[in-house]
Protein backbone atom coordinates (compact mmCIF):
# COMPACT_ATOMS: atom_id res chain seq x y z
CA UNK A 1 0.00 0.00 0.00
CA UNK A 2 1.63 3.08 -1.45
CA UNK A 3 2.07 6.13 0.96
CA UNK A 4 -0.44 9.35 0.94
CA UNK A 5 -2.83 8.16 -1.02
CA UNK A 6 -6.58 7.00 -0.36
CA UNK A 7 -6.31 3.60 0.94
CA UNK A 8 -9.50 2.61 -0.12
CA UNK A 9 -9.27 4.31 -3.47
CA UNK A 10 -6.03 2.68 -3.89
CA UNK A 11 -7.56 -1.08 -2.79
CA UNK A 12 -10.09 -0.77 -5.40
CA UNK A 13 -8.19 0.54 -8.23
CA UNK A 14 -5.58 -2.14 -7.97
CA UNK A 15 -8.13 -4.93 -7.78
CA UNK A 16 -8.51 -6.91 -10.97
CA UNK A 17 -12.04 -6.80 -12.77
CA UNK A 18 -12.60 -10.95 -13.57
CA UNK A 19 -14.97 -9.46 -16.46
CA UNK A 20 -12.41 -6.99 -17.73
CA UNK A 21 -9.70 -9.65 -17.14
CA UNK A 22 -10.82 -12.54 -19.45
CA UNK A 23 -11.85 -9.71 -21.80
CA UNK A 24 -7.88 -8.76 -21.75
CA UNK A 25 -7.22 -12.18 -22.02
CA UNK A 26 -9.59 -12.05 -25.32
CA UNK A 27 -8.04 -9.58 -26.86
CA UNK A 28 -4.36 -11.24 -26.35
CA UNK A 29 -5.31 -14.85 -27.50
CA UNK A 30 -7.24 -12.86 -30.45
CA UNK A 31 -4.01 -11.49 -31.94
CA UNK A 32 -2.02 -15.03 -30.95
CA UNK A 33 -5.17 -17.59 -33.18
CA UNK A 34 -7.23 -15.09 -35.17
CA UNK A 35 -10.39 -12.96 -33.94
CA UNK A 36 -12.43 -15.80 -35.83
CA UNK A 37 -11.43 -18.85 -33.40
CA UNK A 38 -11.94 -16.47 -30.17
CA UNK A 39 -15.77 -17.03 -28.84
CA UNK A 40 -15.79 -13.70 -25.79
CA UNK A 41 -18.99 -13.72 -23.64
CA UNK A 42 -17.75 -11.73 -21.58
CA UNK A 43 -18.84 -7.95 -21.83
CA UNK A 44 -21.52 -6.37 -21.78
CA UNK A 45 -21.15 -4.12 -24.43
CA UNK A 46 -23.87 -3.29 -27.07
CA UNK A 47 -22.92 -4.42 -30.59
CA UNK A 48 -25.49 -2.66 -32.45
CA UNK A 49 -24.81 0.10 -33.27
CA UNK A 50 -26.92 4.02 -31.97
CA UNK A 51 -30.29 4.30 -34.44
CA UNK A 52 -29.63 6.96 -37.24
CA UNK A 53 -32.06 8.82 -35.70
CA UNK A 54 -29.25 9.86 -32.54
CA UNK A 55 -26.89 10.80 -35.50
CA UNK A 56 -29.36 13.12 -37.07
CA UNK A 57 -30.22 14.10 -33.48
CA UNK A 58 -26.54 15.23 -32.77
CA UNK A 59 -25.71 17.17 -36.66
CA UNK A 60 -29.47 18.74 -35.63
CA UNK A 61 -27.90 19.99 -32.46
CA UNK A 62 -24.34 20.66 -33.26
CA UNK A 63 -25.67 23.14 -36.20
CA UNK A 64 -28.62 25.00 -34.81
CA UNK A 65 -27.87 25.83 -31.31
CA UNK A 66 -25.83 28.95 -30.21
CA UNK A 67 -22.29 27.45 -30.62
CA UNK A 68 -21.15 29.06 -27.00
CA UNK A 69 -24.43 27.50 -25.50
CA UNK A 70 -24.06 24.24 -27.22
CA UNK A 71 -21.01 23.17 -25.28
CA UNK A 72 -21.73 25.15 -22.04
CA UNK A 73 -23.15 24.30 -18.41
CA UNK A 74 -26.44 23.06 -18.03
CA UNK A 75 -28.09 23.49 -14.65
CA UNK A 76 -26.92 21.61 -12.21
CA UNK A 77 -29.90 19.01 -12.23
CA UNK A 78 -29.96 19.33 -16.47
CA UNK A 79 -31.80 21.34 -19.16
CA UNK A 80 -35.08 22.04 -17.48
CA UNK A 81 -36.27 21.44 -21.69
CA UNK A 82 -34.81 17.58 -21.10
CA UNK A 83 -36.48 17.13 -17.61
CA UNK A 84 -39.83 17.61 -18.86
CA UNK A 85 -39.49 15.61 -21.80
CA UNK A 86 -38.79 12.39 -19.95
CA UNK A 87 -41.64 13.37 -17.27
CA UNK A 88 -43.80 13.44 -20.52
CA UNK A 89 -42.44 10.30 -21.92
CA UNK A 90 -42.90 8.82 -18.51
CA UNK A 91 -46.38 10.05 -18.53
CA UNK A 92 -47.10 8.79 -22.23
CA UNK A 93 -46.13 5.43 -21.85
CA UNK A 94 -47.08 4.63 -18.32
CA UNK A 95 -49.91 6.99 -17.65
CA UNK A 96 -47.86 8.14 -14.61
CA UNK A 97 -47.95 11.66 -13.12
CA UNK A 98 -44.17 11.94 -13.32
CA UNK A 99 -42.95 16.18 -12.88
CA UNK A 100 -39.42 17.56 -14.41
CA UNK A 101 -38.77 18.43 -10.57
CA UNK A 102 -38.33 14.98 -9.74
CA UNK A 103 -35.68 14.12 -12.50
CA UNK A 104 -32.40 14.61 -11.95
CA UNK A 105 -30.13 14.19 -15.59
CA UNK A 106 -26.81 11.75 -14.73
CA UNK A 107 -23.76 10.59 -16.55
CA UNK A 108 -25.27 6.79 -16.67
CA UNK A 109 -27.08 4.34 -14.56
CA UNK A 110 -23.92 3.89 -13.15
CA UNK A 111 -23.67 7.71 -11.54
CA UNK A 112 -27.83 7.43 -11.26
CA UNK A 113 -27.14 4.34 -8.64
CA UNK A 114 -23.95 6.00 -6.74
CA UNK A 115 -26.46 9.48 -6.38
CA UNK A 116 -29.18 7.59 -4.92
CA UNK A 117 -27.32 5.80 -1.91
CA UNK A 118 -25.90 9.15 -1.22
CA UNK A 119 -28.71 10.48 -0.91
CA UNK A 120 -30.81 8.45 0.95
CA UNK A 121 -28.56 6.38 3.38
CA UNK A 122 -26.72 7.60 5.97
CA UNK A 123 -22.70 5.43 6.28
CA UNK A 124 -23.85 2.09 8.47
CA UNK A 125 -27.49 1.80 6.88
CA UNK A 126 -28.12 -1.25 4.74
CA UNK A 127 -29.15 -1.75 1.24
CA UNK A 128 -30.34 -5.25 0.01
CA UNK A 129 -30.09 -6.66 -3.26
CA UNK A 130 -31.10 -9.48 -5.18
CA UNK A 131 -28.26 -12.02 -5.93
CA UNK A 132 -27.22 -12.60 -8.09
CA UNK A 133 -26.01 -8.68 -9.27
CA UNK A 134 -23.93 -6.43 -10.99
CA UNK A 135 -20.98 -6.30 -9.14
CA UNK A 136 -20.29 -2.79 -9.34
CA UNK A 137 -22.92 -2.27 -6.54
CA UNK A 138 -21.08 -3.46 -4.20
CA UNK A 139 -18.53 -0.33 -4.84
CA UNK A 140 -21.67 1.82 -4.98
CA UNK A 141 -23.04 1.06 -1.77
CA UNK A 142 -19.90 0.38 -0.18
CA UNK A 143 -18.46 4.13 -1.55
CA UNK A 144 -21.47 5.59 0.69
CA UNK A 145 -20.24 4.09 3.48
CA UNK A 146 -23.17 1.60 3.73
CA UNK A 147 -23.69 -2.00 3.53
CA UNK A 148 -24.75 -4.19 1.01
CA UNK A 149 -26.73 -7.32 1.63
CA UNK A 150 -27.27 -9.99 -1.19
CA UNK A 151 -30.35 -11.83 -0.85
CA UNK A 152 -30.62 -15.16 -3.26
CA UNK A 153 -33.00 -14.84 -6.02
CA UNK A 154 -35.20 -17.91 -5.89
CA UNK A 155 -33.05 -20.39 -8.23
CA UNK A 156 -35.58 -22.07 -10.29
CA UNK A 157 -36.50 -19.06 -12.06
CA UNK A 158 -34.40 -16.03 -10.65
CA UNK A 159 -37.45 -14.08 -9.30
CA UNK A 160 -37.16 -12.21 -6.17
CA UNK A 161 -37.43 -14.50 -2.69
CA UNK A 162 -39.49 -11.82 -1.12
CA UNK A 163 -39.76 -14.28 2.60
CA UNK A 164 -36.47 -14.11 1.84
CA UNK A 165 -35.63 -10.36 1.46
CA UNK A 166 -38.16 -9.85 4.48
CA UNK A 167 -35.86 -11.95 6.90
CA UNK A 168 -33.23 -9.82 5.73
CA UNK A 169 -34.16 -6.45 6.91
CA UNK A 170 -33.50 -4.91 9.80
CA UNK A 171 -33.46 -1.49 11.58
CA UNK A 172 -30.74 -0.46 9.28
CA UNK A 173 -31.63 -1.36 6.27
CA UNK A 174 -33.04 1.88 3.77
CA UNK A 175 -33.63 0.43 0.98
CA UNK A 176 -34.15 -2.44 -1.52
CA UNK A 177 -32.40 -2.47 -5.13
CA UNK A 178 -33.29 -4.26 -7.88
CA UNK A 179 -32.46 -4.65 -11.35
CA UNK A 180 -34.86 -5.63 -14.15
CA UNK A 181 -34.36 -6.71 -16.51
CA UNK A 182 -31.71 -8.30 -15.38
CA UNK A 183 -27.91 -8.74 -15.43
CA UNK A 184 -26.92 -11.53 -15.37
CA UNK A 185 -29.85 -13.81 -15.14
CA UNK A 186 -31.78 -12.11 -18.04
CA UNK A 187 -34.68 -12.59 -15.58
CA UNK A 188 -38.02 -9.57 -15.87
CA UNK A 189 -39.38 -9.25 -12.74
CA UNK A 190 -43.70 -10.41 -12.82
CA UNK A 191 -45.91 -8.00 -11.81
CA UNK A 192 -46.95 -9.96 -9.37
CA UNK A 193 -43.53 -10.59 -8.04
CA UNK A 194 -43.39 -7.26 -7.43
CA UNK A 195 -46.48 -6.57 -5.97
CA UNK A 196 -45.75 -9.12 -3.47
CA UNK A 197 -42.06 -7.75 -3.02
CA UNK A 198 -43.92 -3.93 -2.76
CA UNK A 199 -46.81 -5.35 -0.02
CA UNK A 200 -44.05 -6.82 2.06
CA UNK A 201 -42.10 -3.65 2.28
CA UNK A 202 -44.89 -1.56 2.73
CA UNK A 203 -45.87 -3.83 5.59
CA UNK A 204 -42.17 -3.68 7.35
CA UNK A 205 -42.32 0.54 6.85
CA UNK A 206 -45.50 0.19 9.05
CA UNK A 207 -44.13 -2.54 11.36
CA UNK A 208 -40.19 -0.41 11.75
CA UNK A 209 -41.73 2.84 11.77
CA UNK A 210 -39.18 3.55 9.41
CA UNK A 211 -38.87 4.46 5.69
CA UNK A 212 -38.01 1.48 2.91
CA UNK A 213 -36.88 2.83 -0.42
CA UNK A 214 -37.13 0.32 -3.92
CA UNK A 215 -34.16 1.16 -6.19
CA UNK A 216 -35.07 0.29 -9.36
CA UNK A 217 -31.60 -0.18 -11.58
CA UNK A 218 -33.43 -0.35 -15.41
CA UNK A 219 -30.50 0.14 -17.93
CA UNK A 220 -32.27 -2.58 -20.00
CA UNK A 221 -35.69 -1.59 -19.62
CA UNK A 222 -36.93 -2.00 -23.30
CA UNK A 223 -34.47 -4.99 -24.10
CA UNK A 224 -37.10 -7.59 -23.67
CA UNK A 225 -38.27 -10.43 -25.80
CA UNK A 226 -41.98 -10.31 -25.70
CA UNK A 227 -43.03 -9.50 -21.94
CA UNK A 228 -43.11 -5.94 -20.64
CA UNK A 229 -41.15 -4.76 -17.83
CA UNK A 230 -43.90 -3.56 -14.84
CA UNK A 231 -43.33 0.18 -14.07
CA UNK A 232 -42.34 -0.19 -10.62
CA UNK A 233 -43.29 3.81 -9.39
CA UNK A 234 -46.87 2.37 -10.21
CA UNK A 235 -46.28 -0.49 -7.60
CA UNK A 236 -44.46 1.11 -4.53
CA UNK A 237 -44.70 4.68 -3.53
CA UNK A 238 -41.05 4.86 -2.49
CA UNK A 239 -39.60 3.72 -5.70
CA UNK A 240 -36.49 5.79 -7.28
CA UNK A 241 -35.74 4.74 -10.76
CA UNK A 242 -31.99 4.51 -11.90
CA UNK A 243 -31.97 5.14 -16.02
CA UNK A 244 -29.72 5.28 -18.62
CA UNK A 245 -29.56 5.17 -22.49
CA UNK A 246 -26.34 3.04 -22.72
CA UNK A 247 -27.89 0.28 -24.05
CA UNK A 248 -31.60 1.07 -24.68
CA UNK A 249 -30.18 3.63 -27.75
CA UNK A 250 -26.41 1.57 -28.13
CA UNK A 251 -24.90 4.93 -25.98
CA UNK A 252 -23.00 3.64 -23.15
CA UNK A 253 -19.51 6.01 -24.20
CA UNK A 254 -21.88 9.31 -23.99
CA UNK A 255 -22.50 8.52 -20.43
CA UNK A 256 -25.85 9.69 -20.31
CA UNK A 257 -29.41 9.30 -18.06
CA UNK A 258 -31.17 9.48 -15.18
CA UNK A 259 -32.60 9.91 -11.40
CA UNK A 260 -36.25 9.38 -11.04
CA UNK A 261 -38.28 10.43 -7.74
CA UNK A 262 -41.65 8.77 -7.67
CA UNK A 263 -43.97 11.56 -7.35
CA UNK A 264 -46.16 9.08 -5.62
CA UNK A 265 -43.78 9.76 -2.88
CA UNK A 266 -45.16 11.38 0.41
CA UNK A 267 -41.12 12.41 0.72
CA UNK A 268 -40.34 13.39 -3.12
CA UNK A 269 -39.39 17.15 -2.70
CA UNK A 270 -37.36 16.14 0.03
CA UNK A 271 -35.38 13.05 -1.66
CA UNK A 272 -35.07 14.99 -4.91
CA UNK A 273 -33.50 17.65 -3.24
CA UNK A 274 -31.15 14.92 -1.84
CA UNK A 275 -30.21 13.80 -4.99
CA UNK A 276 -29.28 17.55 -5.94
CA UNK A 277 -27.21 17.14 -2.99
CA UNK A 278 -25.54 13.67 -3.75
CA UNK A 279 -24.89 14.94 -7.40
CA UNK A 280 -22.94 17.96 -6.13
CA UNK A 281 -21.21 16.33 -3.20
CA UNK A 282 -20.08 13.59 -6.11
CA UNK A 283 -18.97 16.13 -8.66
CA UNK A 284 -21.80 14.77 -11.33
CA UNK A 285 -23.39 17.99 -11.68
CA UNK A 286 -24.25 19.09 -15.37
CA UNK A 287 -24.57 15.61 -17.27
CA UNK A 288 -23.28 15.93 -21.08
CA UNK A 289 -24.66 18.88 -22.54
CA UNK A 290 -24.86 18.00 -25.77
CA UNK A 291 -26.24 14.25 -25.18
CA UNK A 292 -28.98 16.22 -23.27
CA UNK A 293 -30.43 18.18 -26.13
CA UNK A 294 -30.38 15.09 -28.38
CA UNK A 295 -32.17 13.10 -25.86
CA UNK A 296 -34.92 15.20 -26.11
CA UNK A 297 -35.14 14.54 -29.73
CA UNK A 298 -34.97 10.99 -29.63
CA UNK A 299 -37.00 10.00 -26.44
CA UNK A 300 -39.96 8.24 -28.45
CA UNK A 301 -37.22 6.34 -30.44
CA UNK A 302 -37.81 2.69 -30.20
CA UNK A 303 -35.29 0.57 -29.39
CA UNK A 304 -34.02 -2.13 -31.76
CA UNK A 305 -33.38 -5.76 -30.23
CA UNK A 306 -33.88 -7.84 -33.09
CA UNK A 307 -30.48 -8.76 -33.44
CA UNK A 308 -30.34 -9.63 -29.61
CA UNK A 309 -33.34 -11.76 -30.33
CA UNK A 310 -31.61 -13.55 -33.18
CA UNK A 311 -28.33 -13.95 -30.85
CA UNK A 312 -30.69 -15.25 -27.98
CA UNK A 313 -32.23 -18.02 -30.19
CA UNK A 314 -29.42 -19.25 -31.92
CA UNK A 315 -27.94 -19.50 -28.61
CA UNK A 316 -30.19 -20.90 -26.26
CA UNK A 317 -31.17 -23.54 -28.83
CA UNK A 318 -27.98 -24.50 -29.66
CA UNK A 319 -27.26 -24.92 -25.77
CA UNK A 320 -30.44 -26.76 -24.80
CA UNK A 321 -29.67 -29.26 -27.74
CA UNK A 322 -26.14 -30.14 -25.97
CA UNK A 323 -27.59 -30.56 -23.03
CA UNK A 324 -26.92 -27.48 -21.12
CA UNK A 325 -28.82 -25.78 -18.31
CA UNK A 326 -30.06 -21.90 -18.54
CA UNK A 327 -32.50 -19.55 -17.34
CA UNK A 328 -34.99 -18.82 -20.40
CA UNK A 329 -34.10 -14.96 -20.51
CA UNK A 330 -36.90 -12.94 -21.20
CA UNK A 331 -34.56 -9.55 -21.19
CA UNK A 332 -31.52 -7.69 -21.43
CA UNK A 333 -28.36 -9.52 -23.62
CA UNK A 334 -27.50 -12.41 -21.07
CA UNK A 335 -27.80 -15.91 -21.02
CA UNK A 336 -27.47 -17.61 -17.35
CA UNK A 337 -26.17 -21.18 -17.83
CA UNK A 338 -25.64 -23.79 -15.11
CA UNK A 339 -22.01 -24.35 -15.14
CA UNK A 340 -20.97 -28.07 -15.34
CA UNK A 341 -19.08 -28.47 -12.01
CA UNK A 342 -20.21 -26.63 -8.67
CA UNK A 343 -17.07 -24.20 -8.97
CA UNK A 344 -17.28 -21.78 -11.80
CA UNK A 345 -14.27 -20.62 -11.43
CA UNK A 346 -12.99 -23.59 -12.49
CA UNK A 347 -15.74 -24.52 -15.13
CA UNK A 348 -14.84 -21.07 -16.74
CA UNK A 349 -11.06 -21.89 -16.67
CA UNK A 350 -11.92 -24.93 -18.19
CA UNK A 351 -14.10 -23.11 -20.83
CA UNK A 352 -10.88 -21.31 -21.87
CA UNK A 353 -9.49 -24.30 -23.27
CA UNK A 354 -11.51 -23.79 -25.90
CA UNK A 355 -11.71 -20.37 -26.83
CA UNK A 356 -15.20 -19.91 -24.70
CA UNK A 357 -15.16 -17.20 -22.39
CA UNK A 358 -17.77 -17.18 -20.17
CA UNK A 359 -17.82 -15.19 -16.53
CA UNK A 360 -18.27 -17.52 -13.64
CA UNK A 361 -21.06 -16.43 -11.14
CA UNK A 362 -19.20 -15.44 -8.17
CA UNK A 363 -18.50 -11.94 -8.88
CA UNK A 364 -21.74 -11.78 -8.86
CA UNK A 365 -22.52 -13.31 -5.82
CA UNK A 366 -23.40 -16.85 -6.55
CA UNK A 367 -21.88 -20.10 -7.11
CA UNK A 368 -22.21 -22.59 -9.62
CA UNK A 369 -23.03 -20.75 -12.84
CA UNK A 370 -21.83 -18.64 -15.72
CA UNK A 371 -22.67 -15.25 -17.89
CA UNK A 372 -22.48 -15.42 -21.44
CA UNK A 373 -23.46 -11.70 -22.81
CA UNK A 374 -24.75 -12.33 -26.04
CA UNK A 375 -24.38 -8.91 -27.71
CA UNK A 376 -21.55 -10.62 -29.74
CA UNK A 377 -22.04 -11.22 -33.76
CA UNK A 378 -24.52 -13.80 -34.88
CA UNK A 379 -21.34 -15.69 -36.37
CA UNK A 380 -19.43 -15.99 -33.14
CA UNK A 381 -22.61 -17.28 -31.33
CA UNK A 382 -22.86 -20.14 -34.26
CA UNK A 383 -19.40 -21.03 -34.64
CA UNK A 384 -19.11 -21.39 -30.59
CA UNK A 385 -21.59 -24.24 -30.46
CA UNK A 386 -19.14 -26.64 -31.86
CA UNK A 387 -16.93 -25.62 -28.54
CA UNK A 388 -19.52 -25.67 -26.41
CA UNK A 389 -19.90 -29.08 -27.54
CA UNK A 390 -16.45 -30.26 -26.98
CA UNK A 391 -16.51 -28.64 -23.25
CA UNK A 392 -19.60 -30.30 -22.23
CA UNK A 393 -18.14 -33.47 -23.73
CA UNK A 394 -14.87 -32.88 -21.51
CA UNK A 395 -17.30 -33.60 -18.93
CA UNK A 396 -17.81 -37.23 -19.93
CA UNK A 397 -21.43 -36.70 -21.27
N1 LIG B 1 -26.61 -1.37 -13.82
C1 LIG B 1 -26.46 -2.53 -14.47
C2 LIG B 1 -27.26 -3.70 -14.04
C3 LIG B 1 -25.57 -2.65 -15.53
O1 LIG B 1 -25.44 -3.83 -16.17
C4 LIG B 1 -24.81 -1.51 -15.91
C5 LIG B 1 -23.84 -1.58 -17.00
O2 LIG B 1 -23.55 -2.60 -17.58
C6 LIG B 1 -25.00 -0.32 -15.20
C7 LIG B 1 -25.91 -0.28 -14.16
C8 LIG B 1 -24.24 0.92 -15.53
O3 LIG B 1 -24.79 1.50 -16.68
P1 LIG B 1 -24.19 2.82 -17.32
O4 LIG B 1 -23.21 2.39 -18.36
O5 LIG B 1 -25.34 3.53 -17.93
O6 LIG B 1 -23.54 3.59 -16.24
Not at 65 to 70: F, M, N, R, T, Y
Not at 246 to 251: F, G, M, N
Not at 311 to 324: D, H, P, Q, S, V
Request: contains cysteine.
Amino acid sequence: MPADVNEYAYQLGAEPSGIRELFAYGLQRKTEIGADKVFDYSLGNPSIPAPESVKQAIIEVATSVDPVDLHGYTPAQGYMTTRQCIADNLKRRFGFQATAENVYMTCGAAASLGITFHAIAEPGEEIITIAPFFPEYTVFVGSAGCKLVPVMARESDFMIDVAAVEAAINEKTRAVLINTPNNPTGAVYSVENLQELAAMLARKEAELGRRLYLISDEPYRELTYGVQVPFVPALYDRTIICYSWSKSLSLPGERIGYVYVSDAMDNAAEVSTAIAGAGRALSFVCAPALFQRVIEKCIDEPTDVEAYRVNREILANGLKELGYEYIEPDGAFYLWVKALEPDALAFSERAKQFELLIVPSNGFGCEGWCRLSYCVSKDTIVNSLPAFKELKESYGN
